[in-house]
């Protein structure tokens, strides 16, 4: 499926390539494990992000917008590519060799939004987390690369790779991740400042930064700035109620995996996490309004995955649970889009929206041709993001667009404003939930014993949309995902050999 033309911000024309000059500026911050409900401005009360609340104000919010996989490494592949698991292989969060000759990257040969910014004259950086192969090693068009060996590290005494050598963080990660994109900006402000008056030359390069911080992932208890942990000293946590362990999470001497012994601390922890680094975007902002920089630059916020902090009984995301989890909690994630006078200021869509669709929108805003990365499941928003059309009208998405679909290994999610079905190959269990008089996911109907009159057609659905946006050899639908890493890349089945080593791999994913 190819998207339709949309106008655009930048140049009213989405096919329509525009000059170095008329390119903006993009910072896209990404955070890690943050739930749709751990943000101020989406009605949580416990929660301080007084700058992420700002910045909303100031743009639009996304209210329901969702990740591809409920876990880091596939969704963020999904946010660079456009494409589904089941198109770029990346099933689980990756793990193994990360760094060096060794280390595999996971989306080699395949097209991500980033190269057709470098191409189109961004010079690029990356402050923070990868988590997608290759950890330190610059893709294309990066001028700047600072990024963590692997996919989670303590606050303290991180390990990081800048520009392809290792180095230590003696500060706090959050911090250290901050000074070092706002460094960046520093230098491109000052390349942009020299350029000719006329647009020319190398100066007027606009850039792109991945700020990709790891808050607020674990290590929580005494990992944060007591600054911010004492915001939360005496909460009570009303927005994270602490239920009974759900059936499915298999535990450990007692403890279930992915779940906490000292529950209190870990909410103080993940809050804390949360709040420093709403104060660090803080200052990234206001480094943007120092240097200039921040009415030609669009700015974006979202996570990777969502994140239960004891909803539904589970610490942890997807693989917070065996078989792995669908819940909004897990899937639902924050999403904030602002570039003052192009976006519409203190507007919440509604729209069901994914991370599909957003490498599509990115370039759309910027005024480039978004055509290729809507062949597949994504399609551009960036017209809703408007106040108005070219014609003065309110935007809004067409019906059979406002659906959502996840995949995890073999678990499959649809999910439209009224029914969210989750069907696990090859037997079960099998979930549905009426949404509308259910919206906290509760009384599975699949249990009730008699058939839904909607449940075939979103089985159809369901089935159909994969077909057509998977790959066959990528598929995830028969992979053994058990939400412990993915060793290798997934064309190393059983019985083929490594093309990253001489070994023939006995699992799929190389264990």
Request: glycine residues 12%; hydrophobic residues 35%.
């Amino acid at each position: 499926m190819t998207g339709p033309v949309h106008p655009t911000p930048a140049t009213g024309n989405h096919s329509t390539q525009a000059g170095a000059s008329e390119l903006p500026n993009i910072v896209f911050i990404l955070s890690d494990d943050q739930g749709a409900w751990a943000l101020g401005c989406a009605g949580n009360a416990d929660i301080h992000t007084p700058v992420l609340d700002r910045l909303a104000a100031d743009g639009t919010r996304l209210e329901n917008f969702f990740c591809v996989s409920p876990v880091c490494s596939p969704a963020r592949a999904s946010l660079m590519t456009g494409q589904i698991p089941s198109r770029h292989g990346v099933h689980d969060y990756l793990t193994g060799i990360e760094v060096g000759a060794g280390a595999p990257d996971y989306l080699a040969g395949q097209r991500m939004f980033t190269d057709v910014l470098a191409e189109n004259g961004y010079r690029m950086g990356l402050s923070g987390k990868w988590h997608m192969g290759a950890n330190d090693a610059p893709r294309q068009g990066f001028v700047h690369w600072y990024g963590l060996e692997g996919g989670g590290s303590p606050y303290t005494g991180a390990t990081m790779y800048r520009n392809g050598e290792r180095e230590e963080t003696t500060t706090y990660l959050t911090d250290a991740i901050t000074e070092d994109a706002q460094a960046f900006l520093d230098r491109e402000a000052s390349r942009q400042a020299s350029a000719p008056a006329e647009g020319a030359g190398p100066g007027a390069e606009p850039f792109f930064l991945a700020v990709n911080y790891t808050a607020p992932h674990k290590p929580w208890k005494g990992q944060h700035p007591k600054e911010f942990e004492d915001l939360y000293r005496d909460c009570a946590f009303e927005s994270c109620p602490q239920e009974e362990p759900h059936p499915w999470q298999p535990a450990v001497d007692g403890t279930a995996i992915g779940g906490e012994p000292d529950v209190r601390a870990a909410l103080v922890g993940y809050f804390a996490a949360v709040s420093a680094m709403d104060a660090a975007i803080g200052r990234i902002m206001e480094q943007l309004d120092h240097l200039g920089l921040r009415e030609n630059t669009l700015v974006i916020f979202s996570s990777d995955n969502g994140f239960n902090c004891g909803h539904h009984g589970v610490w942890g995301k997807g693989n917070g649970t065996f078989p792995q989890n669908m819940y909004d909690s897990s899937v639902k994630v924050p999403a904030i889009f602002q570039w003052p006078g192009r976006i519409a200021r203190g507007r919440v869509l509604q729209e069901l929206l994914s991370a599909y669709d957003v490498a599509a929108t990115i370039l759309d805003l910027a005024g480039l041709d978004a055509e290729p990365f809507e062949t597949g499941p994504g399609t551009s928003f960036a017209p809703l993001l408007q106040a108005t059309d070219s014609t003065g009208k309110a935007v809004s998405r067409a019906e059979n667009a406002v659906v959502v679909y996840d995949e995890y290994g073999p678990v499959r999610m649809i999910r439209t404003r009224e029914f969210k079905y989750v069907h696990r190959h090859p037997h079960g269990p099998h979930e549905l939930y009426d949404l509308v008089a259910d919206p906290g996911e509760r009384h599975n109907l699949m249990d009730d014993g008699v058939g839904h009159p909607v449940l075939a057609g979103l089985r159809s659905r369901l089935a159909g949309w994969f077909t057509r946006h998977g790959l066959p050899e990528f598929d995830g639908s028969a992979l053994p995902v058990v939400g412990a890493g993915q060793h290798r890349p997934l064309y190393c089945r059983p019985g083929q050999p490594d093309p990253l080593g001489a070994f023939t791999a006995p699992n799929w994913d190389g264990t």
